[in-house]
């Protein structure tokens, strides 16, 4: 609990909130860079991840060192937003950075070069970029993803005899549903407990009752915002930012908010117990969301 807890302190850390909609406020008037090009290189990051046999969790970690280094006031992440060659390279930068920092990987260079980037980018550029990087990010790169949030959330479920596995699935299906939202430029600002608890409601959502109960579910969900603090009424909005919840709008599509699916499940939970009620059922009593 102690580290969860570190983990929502960190994660607000200022280091790790400077992240802005740097797209759109970009002081380069003639930017060629839009939100497409961050996700194409988001997809292949993917790919090259699961090439090598490499978790996903390490684009989170490569996509937050690259969308704060562009939101700095550093000279090369300026640079950067004028440029789709230095885009790019900055990218390959954030994703070698982060397999050696979460791996603990000695990258060869050569290999990038060579081989990840086919010649575009000399060893001397991506070590250049790299330094610039780090100097940009304050040296500041352990900062919880959505994975890490998830692994921890999935710790407060019932102890069950058979819940290993399922806990295990459930936070894959989590995890995969994070690493999907964390492609979405629109989703940038929002805070890595916050991407992570909206993937588990999601991943809840789909598994049969049979298998976890309604009143189970809200049950866990509900012991997660105990634990957290984390509340469903306001830190779930597809706008919100992660200084302030809602303090930067940015244009995104509809989506199904964390919210929504607490009410749903609450729905379920009183409808089973209705039903219950007229068979004889023994539950007594029903946890309201905002318990």
Not at 24 to 34: A, G, N, T, W, Y
Request: charge should be negative.
């Amino acid at each position: 609990m102690d580290q969860l807890h570190n983990m929502l302190i960190q994660e607000r850390h200022p280091s790790y909130t400077s992240i802005r909609d740097y797209l759109h406020f970009s002081c380069q008037p003639h930017s060629e860079i839009s939100a497409l090009d961050r996700q194409q290189l988001c997809q292949w990051a993917y790919s090259i991840l699961s090439a090598c046999s490499f978790d996903n969790s390490i684009g989170s970690v490569a996509f937050s060192y690259f969308d704060r280094f562009l939101s700095s006031h550093h000279p090369r992440a300026k640079f950067a937003m004028t440029s789709r060659h230095e885009f790019q390279l900055a990218f390959v930068t954030a994703l070698v950075l982060a397999l050696k920092v979460r791996c603990g990987m000695n990258v060869e260079l050569d290999f990038v070069s060579d081989r990840i980037c086919c010649g575009l980018y000399p060893q001397e550029d991506l070590v250049e970029m790299e330094k610039e990087m780090l100097m940009a990010l304050g040296w500041r790169l352990n900062g919880p993803t959505s994975h890490d949030f998830i692994e921890y959330f999935v710790e407060l479920l019932p102890e069950q005899d058979d819940f290993e596995s399922f806990k295990t699935s459930l936070a894959e299906d989590a995890k995969s549903r994070a690493s999907s939202v964390v492609m979405d430029y629109s989703q940038v600002l929002r805070l890595p407990s916050s991407i992570a608890f909206e993937s588990l409601v999601e991943a809840i959502q789909e598994v049969g009752k049979e298998r976890f109960h309604p009143y189970h579910k809200l049950q866990f969900l509900q012991r997660i915002s105990m634990v957290t603090g984390i509340g469903a009424g306001h830190v779930f909005s597809s706008n919100s930012s992660p200084a302030q919840d809602h303090q930067v709008s940015i244009t995104s599509s509809p989506r199904t908010t964390a919210t929504e699916s607490i009410v749903c499940l609450a729905s379920q939970v009183s409808e089973h117990f209705m039903h219950g009620q007229q068979k004889g059922s023994s539950y007594r009593r029903i946890v309201s969301p905002s318990a």
